[in-house]
């Protein structure tokens, strides 16, 4: 199995993820993504959009603020129980969350190791909020970084329904950013401070028939999405939560997990959130046939952008004899396509690359590189996972013919260049 270091190193080696602030020393729990880990979180988000919004005639899109009045978190139970438990280590004061075993346990060990024994303080409920202040006059107005993306979605439901055709059952879909001051940030960008969300609110009738069909449609649509990006069935596994450890919200709540370096390990939920959110907002739907009011039911979809891009990465990479390669999904994968004249010393093999990659560019991003011999510039694609590489040769220039080289198979074929566009988008599906 790939270890998270070979990931972290490659991650900075090839400008996918850096530490946030670096040359600072850095700030625990946020991360910067590079040119290559930019594109590749982009057309994760981008594949999700298509697939929950742009592909479905039952959902619509969202983009809320990221602060809100805070009355919407007191509402919404957060600001009371959007905790988890907090334990100190009674020799280092390090603090640590009671409900991670493993990471006591560790802890434990390396005073063991010193011939100390461990003793902890009660747990206490640590509040994941961050506070902001605002406005220009004392006492300036505390307000939250949100915790989850979700809210905004609730609190605009009365204004989408009024303003687009909506009908039950319907979703809201969203993208961004939330923000939880974790007790203990780690495993890379698994458990941040910031971090993105992609979330679909999906509407119901309030009725145990209807919710668990829904449950039951999402959870296998968010798994089926993920293994048609790449990923194998087998590294992915639901588990349920137990009573005590499910959200305050949630009905019911089953976890996707992955088959991380450090252990089956979360990355989207699927909660049955029952009215508690519309009711708390005191927001209810009227049906335009029968005029009944009731509040609606929701069926929650929330994935980590941050955790899928790395299990993305865990899972593409491979170590052959000669060669690194990002296996990605190429609908995935932060370029398309790298031009390479053969020689970069020949004017008319460089003018006509240069040619071939500004039409290539009016489709998808492309690499360019005339560095070195065509054997490292490959390498060097196959580390960020570009799917095919054209080299613009001597016998281009007598038959406008390129040679295109697969990532996976290292197999060459020629390719005319007028048909060099439609060649990739086809294989890419999107022709
Ligand atoms: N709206 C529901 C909600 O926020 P959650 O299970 O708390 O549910 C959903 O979070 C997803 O957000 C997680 O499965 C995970 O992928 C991502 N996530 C949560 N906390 C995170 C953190 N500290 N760092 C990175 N991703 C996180």
Same mark, same amino acid.
């Given at each position: 199995?790939?270890?998270?270091?070979?990931?972290?190193?490659?991650?900075?080696?090839?400008?996918?993820?850096?530490?946030?602030?670096?040359?600072?020393?850095?700030?625990?729990?946020?991360?910067?993504?590079?040119?290559?880990?930019?594109?590749?979180?982009?057309?994760?988000?981008?594949?999700?959009?298509?697939?929950?919004?742009?592909?479905?005639?039952?959902?619509?899109?969202?983009?809320?603020?990221?602060?809100?009045?805070?009355?919407?978190?007191?509402?919404?139970?957060? @600001?009371?129980?959007?905790?988890?438990?907090?334990?100190?280590?009674?020799?280092?004061?390090?603090?640590?969350?009671?409900?991670?075993? +493993?990471?006591?346990?560790?802890?434990?060990?390396?005073?063991?190791? %010193?011939?100390?024994? $461990?003793? =902890?303080?009660?747990?206490?409920?640590?509040?994941?909020?961050?506070?902001?202040?605002?406005?220009?006059?004392?006492?300036?107005?505390?307000?939250?970084?949100?915790?989850? *993306?979700?809210?905004? $979605?609730?609190?605009?439901?009365?204004?989408?329904?009024?303003?687009?055709?909506?009908?039950?059952?319907?979703? *809201?879909?969203?993208?961004?950013?939330?923000?939880?001051?974790?007790?203990?940030?780690?495993?890379?960008?698994?458990?941040?401070?910031?971090?993105? +969300?992609?979330?679909?609110?999906?509407?119901? %009738?309030?009725?145990?028939?209807?919710?668990?069909?829904?449950?039951?449609? =999402?959870? !296998?649509?968010?798994?089926?999405?993920?293994?048609?990006?790449?990923?194998?069935?087998?590294?992915?596994?639901?588990?349920?939560?137990?009573?005590?450890?499910?959200?305050?919200?949630?009905?019911?709540?089953?976890?996707?997990?992955?088959?991380?370096?450090?252990?089956? #390990?979360?990355?989207?939920?699927?909660?049955?959130?029952?009215? =508690?959110?519309?009711?708390?907002?005191?927001?209810?739907?009227?049906?335009?046939?029968?005029?009944? !009011?009731?509040?609606?039911?929701?069926? !929650?979809?929330?994935?980590?952008?941050?955790?899928?891009?790395?299990?993305?990465?865990? !899972?593409?990479?491979?170590?052959?004899?000669?060669?690194?390669?990002?296996? /990605?999904?190429?609908?995935?994968?932060?370029?398309? $396509?790298?031009?390479?004249? /053969?020689?970069?010393?020949?004017?008319?093999?460089?003018?006509?690359?240069?040619? *071939?990659?500004?039409?290539?560019?009016?489709?998808?991003?492309?690499?360019?590189?005339?560095?070195?011999?065509?054997?490292?510039?490959?390498?060097?694609?196959?580390?960020?996972?570009?799917?095919?590489?054209?080299? $613009?040769?001597?016998?281009?220039?007598?038959?406008?013919?390129?040679?295109?080289?697969?990532?996976?198979? @290292? %197999?060459?074929?020629?390719?005319?260049?007028?048909?060099? #566009?439609?060649?990739?988008?086809?294989?890419?599906?999107?022709?």
């Amino acid at each position: 199995m790939t270890s998270l270091d070979e990931i972290v190193a490659l991650c900075k080696r090839r400008g996918f993820i850096y530490p946030g602030s670096d040359i600072y020393g850095g700030i625990t729990g946020f991360w910067d993504y590079g040119p290559m880990g930019v594109e590749l979180k982009r057309n994760l988000k981008n594949e999700w959009w298509r697939t929950m919004v742009q592909s479905r005639r039952d959902v619509v899109g969202l983009d809320a603020a990221i602060i809100m009045n805070p009355d919407v978190w007191t509402a919404s139970g957060h @600001t009371k129980a959007f905790a988890d438990p907090l334990v100190e280590c009674k020799i280092c004061n390090q603090r640590f969350r009671s409900d991670k075993p +493993q990471e006591l346990r560790a802890h434990e060990e390396t005073h063991a190791n %010193k011939g100390e024994k $461990v003793s =902890w303080t009660e747990p206490k409920q640590f509040n994941l909020l961050t506070e902001v202040l605002l406005g220009v006059t004392e006492p300036k107005l505390t307000a939250y970084l949100r915790g989850e *993306i979700t809210q905004g $979605v609730f609190v605009n439901f009365a204004n989408v329904v009024a303003s687009s055709r909506v009908k039950l059952p319907f979703g *809201i879909a969203q993208i961004g950013k939330a923000f939880r001051n974790e007790i203990t940030p780690g495993n890379f960008t698994f458990r941040s401070r910031e971090f993105e +969300q992609m979330e679909l609110e999906f509407f119901v %009738k309030p009725s145990d028939a209807e919710a668990d069909k829904w449950f039951d449609y =999402w959870m !296998e649509e968010r798994k089926k999405w993920y293994v048609s990006l790449g990923i194998k069935a087998e590294n992915l596994k639901f588990r349920k939560h137990e009573d005590n450890e499910r959200a305050h919200y949630a009905r019911k709540a089953f976890d996707i997990e992955y088959n991380s370096p450090f252990g089956w #390990s979360e990355f989207e939920g699927i909660h049955h959130r029952g009215d =508690w959110d519309l009711s708390r907002h005191k927001l209810t739907y009227k049906d335009p046939q029968t005029n009944e !009011e009731f509040t609606p039911w929701v069926i !929650e979809t929330s994935g980590g952008v941050d955790r899928a891009t790395l299990f993305f990465l865990l !899972e593409a990479y491979r170590k052959e004899e000669k060669r690194i390669v990002l296996g /990605l999904h190429p609908k995935l994968a932060p370029m398309k $396509v790298a031009v390479f004249p /053969l020689v970069a010393n020949k004017p008319e093999l460089v003018d006509k690359a240069k040619t *071939i990659y500004e039409e290539l560019t009016k489709y998808f991003m492309v690499a360019w590189d005339e560095r070195g011999n065509i054997g490292k510039r490959y390498l060097a694609q196959d580390e960020i996972g570009t799917p095919w590489c054209v080299t $613009v040769d001597y016998a281009t220039l007598e038959d406008d013919s390129v040679t295109v080289r697969d990532r996976d198979t @290292t %197999k060459q074929e020629r390719v005319k260049v007028t048909e060099l #566009s439609g060649y990739f988008q086809k294989l890419l599906g999107i022709l």
